[in-house]
């Protein structure tokens, strides 16, 4: 119950902060532009075609302007687990669909960040528990790769690193002494 408030609290923060910004669904603009200025949603409608049987993962002339899927494999855009939305989703909708695609992924890292503190630190406060997972979502640093939609993969997956390392490392060392 604790988890899913924190989620429905992260869901409210993005959705205030894209409708303050005129994102869909809140108004006309949406969420495509990637680093450098290059568009994201040309990677996910080759992903949506692989998919579907449309596209080979190999070689192909028109992806990344022959590269060899050079703007498609960056930032590991094609091993994310969040992709499958995109499995469910129509072809035509995938660019006004960032929003939800962002929602995911930010409802992923909440998920990941909380299951840590809580795991670490069972007798903590909620309001420290949400206030840390907040900032955790939501930091300036994190926030800027929202640019890179596959790097929020990283952000979702790095607590459950460390947290496994750390704790392969603890029974590591009770079998040293």
Known sequence: CECLFLMVLVSLMWSVTCAVKGIYPFGTKVL??????????????????????????????????????????SHFALISPFNFFFFFIPRDFIELSMFYFFLLKLLGITGSIYFVVRRWFPHIRTVVVYAFCMLYVFSPFFVDYYRFPSWLDSVFIFPLIIFFYFEQMHEKGKGIG
Do not use: C, R
């Open 32 to 73: 495509s532009i990637g680093d450098m200025g290059e568009q994201t949603i040309p990677i996910y409608t080759f992903l949506w075609d692989v998919m579907h049987g449309d596209k080979s993962i190999f070689f192909d002339w028109n992806t990344g302007l022959g590269n060899n899927m050079a703007g498609i494999i």
